[in-house]
């Protein structure tokens, strides 16, 4: 894990987000979000669900003989327990109120309907055909509106067709600062998957549900809507297949609607896509996993673990911010600037977003009862923003960071399969959407022990470093804690292994050198300052034009950001040229090409930098006026994820083999929905229906 400290040096630092870190002094208050109080919600009350497997809709037999498993998967709206059933109300016994959210469920299945979505299960070199259904409508066939704010000022899917340029189609920047209230568009992305681009879940590839009232004038498809089985007439569905002609991995799914990505996995379509195969099954690992067709009694020792933080209403809705004040620790009153359409200020878009209820498995704070055996977690960050740092510890309220630990993890796998060897870790520094595959042995603890998850991980934007000296640990009243595990008495004899060697990895050879950069922007319309009240206040005589930022600081102002993170490229000076979503592609790998990409972060924070289509390998670190060192020893197999540290280049090689249009992009959600994500286009351009910017 990276030494360096962090000095973030955006204006939210200083008026809001130092607000929110919580320090050892006693007295310290967990992050705000909601109206339901954190601490009041008793933890460990309810036990861990485990997601069954997804049942299938049948069989496709092609010509040869193959059988392809197919599959009718909607998305739906629902509500369910996640708070606790019990500790509401004025004696603590009654269940705290459901909350309303959206997953992924098998049609005609009702009993699937539940958040995370139940896993799919399929087999390397197996192809899986899914007809995905956006069926977000209510009894009527009414459509649902989204179930949080959503910023039209973005370059988003926009629906409705109201650009704020004049023109008229989707994806673009909308005109109203009022949140969307229309028909939610989806798309569906494997994350991991090694696919075909027109079953990748590309951003402009969104359709809206087939409901009885969609609005005159709305596009019911996005620009780039496609999917594999082009017969397929279904108004609201997509086919897309999925050849899983990859090593075993844990994969997961999720939605990735252009501008709206953060806020419709936060409303849940999420769920663990896991590919199996014989390489996995000689090593007599912990299982069994959930399988289709298991009684009521069965016990698990392989379990998919899914860490997502959230806030919630005393209602029991999700909480998600309405406004760009909640980022800057201020009441949306207390923010008196101009913004978009009228500056480049989203009125609603946050540029990060941490909440203060962990959330596991769909369940807040949950147990799961545990023998003195090994067990395989295959565990997820599925936070939007929030990087964790786990730990297995006897106690969840001992001063952080701590340094003795429970447990150890024995990670055998990441992103894309089982890593070289086995790597002994004390604790797991996971970004969003990193997976880290793990053995933990509980045979040293006898019934009745109670052992917790706990993460020391930040309560804002992370930038390596160790908890306790270069930043703030979570707050371990509520972030800090994560789940608890007890031991009671062992079923029977544990015949699973910790294995000594695992398949290898052969390095990629790059033959081409790529060099791209991640980029903050800051307001280059909006300087205000900060009155002795708390107001912070636009200074309307400093305006828009050359040495903007020059000017607002000679007026005692300060240039308001951050605006959008974005990537880019690399200008002959060695800095940063920002790029934006619709600008023509600067990334064309050949077909069957292996690179070396160099990723420059030129920001304050790190991003967990994910690209479509690959699995690749980490090379090594570089801080920009230092010496390179190699990657850690848990990334060395492949990854599809990677945490770029800021001020360094990371480097990481992959082989581009499949034709067509991806996406690469940082995987805090509310980065990505906010330009910090780019097409690229392997082989041919003129197989990509976007432009290509010449070599």
């Not at 894309?416 to 603890?445: N, T, W, Y």
């Not at 090594?620 to 492949?638: F, H, K, L, N, T």
């Not at 990371?650 to 906010?674: K, M, P, S």
Request: glycine share 8%; proline share 10%; aromatic share 10%.
């Amino acid at each position: 894990m990276r030494l360096e400290s962090l000095v973030w040096t955006g204006r939210a630092a200083s008026i809001g987000l130092a607000a929110l870190v919580w320090t050892a002094a006693a007295g310290a208050a967990p992050l705000p979000g909601g109206s339901l109080d954190p601490m009041r919600i008793p933890k460990y009350m309810d036990s861990l669900i485990i997601p069954p497997e997804m049942p299938v809709a049948g069989v496709i037999n092609e010509p040869g003989g193959k059988k392809i498993p197919y599959y009718e998967i909607e998305v739906v709206q629902f509500s369910q327990q996640i708070l606790p059933r019990k500790g509401w109300g004025r004696r603590g016994r009654g269940a705290f109120p459901r909350t309303t959210v959206w997953s992924y469920a098998a049609v005609g299945h009702p009993e699937t309907r539940n958040y995370p979505a139940f896993t799919i299960e399929a087999d390397a070199n197996q192809p899986t055909r899914v007809k995905w259904i956006n069926n977000l409508v209510d009894a009527q066939g009414g459509f649902l509106p989204h179930l949080l704010p959503v910023d039209q000022t973005l370059h988003w899917a926009n629906p409705p067709q109201e650009c704020a340029d004049g023109s008229v189609r989707t994806e673009c920047r909308g005109v109203s600062k009022n949140f969307y209230t229309g028909p939610v568009p989806m798309v569906t992305h494997v994350h991991g998957a090694h696919v075909g681009p027109e079953s990748d879940g590309y951003p402009e590839a969104w359709w809206l549900p087939a409901a009885n009232n969609i609005p005159g004038g709305y596009a019911s498809e996005g620009a780039l809507y496609d999917q594999f089985d082009r017969s397929n007439t279904q108004p609201g569905t997509a086919v897309f297949q999925y050849p899983n002609d990859q090593r075993p991995a844990t994969l997961w799914y999720h939605d990735h609607t252009l501008g709206m990505t953060r806020l419709n996995v936060y409303a849940g379509p999420a769920g663990f896509w896991l590919l199996r195969g014989n390489e996995e099954a000689a090593l007599d690992l912990p299982g069994p996993a959930p399988s289709a067709g298991d009684g009521p009694n069965r016990r698990y020792y392989e379990i998919p673990i899914v860490i997502q933080d959230r806030s919630f209403n005393r209602d029991g809705s999700l909480f998600y911010p309405r406004d760009r004040a909640f980022f800057e620790g201020l009441r949306a009153s207390q923010l008196k600037i101009d913004f978009s359409p009228d500056s480049d200020v989203a009125p609603t878009w946050n540029p990060e977003a941490f909440f203060n209820t962990m959330v596991v498995n769909g369940r807040t704070w949950p147990r799961l009862e545990v023998e003195p055996r090994k067990y395989r977690l295959r565990l997820l960050n599925g936070c939007n923003s929030r990087f964790l740092i786990l730990k297995l510890a006897v106690d969840p309220l001992a001063e952080r960071p701590v340094e003795s630990v429970a447990a150890s993890f024995h990670q055998i796998g990441s992103d894309g399969g089982l890593l070289p060897q086995p790597v002994v870790l004390d604790e797991l520094l996971m970004g969003p959407a990193e997976r880290a595959d793990v053995i933990v042995d509980f045979s040293a603890f006898a019934p009745g022990s109670e052992i917790y998850l706990i993460n020391e991980g930040p309560d804002e934007p992370y930038g390596g470093g160790v908890p306790g000296i270069d930043f703030d640990p979570a707050d371990p009243g509520t972030t800090g804690q994560v789940m608890k595990f007890t031991v009671v008495p062992l079923h029977g004899p544990d015949r699973s292994a910790l294995p000594n060697a695992l398949p290898p990895v052969s390095p990629l050879v790059p033959t081409t050198t790529r060099v791209v950069s991640l980029n903050e922007e800051e307001s280059l319309q909006v300087c205000a300052i900060e009155l002795s009240n708390g107001i912070v206040q636009q200074l309307d005589d400093v305006l828009p034009g050359p040495d903007f930022a020059e000017r607002c600081e000679a007026a005692g102002g300060f240039v308001f950001g951050p605006t959008a993170a974005l990537l880019g490229t690399l200008a002959p000076d060695g800095t940063g040229m920002p790029r934006m979503w619709s600008d023509a592609i600067t990334e064309n790998p050949a077909l069957n090409a292996t690179e070396m990409w160099e990723i420059h972060n030129f920001t304050a924070d790190a991003h967990p930098i994910h690209l479509h289509l690959v699995q690749f390998q980490v090379v090594e670190r570089q801080p920009m006026d230092g010496v390179a060192y190699p990657a850690e020893p848990w990334e060395s197999g492949w990854k599809d994820t990677v945490i770029a540290y800021p001020g360094e280049i990371t480097r990481i090689r992959a082989t581009f083999d499949r034709q067509g249009l991806y996406v690469w992009h940082c995987h805090i959600l509310e980065h990505e929905d906010n330009e910090m994500m780019r097409p690229y286009c392997v082989g041919d351009a003129a197989s990509c229906p976007v432009p290509v910017a010449a070599p």
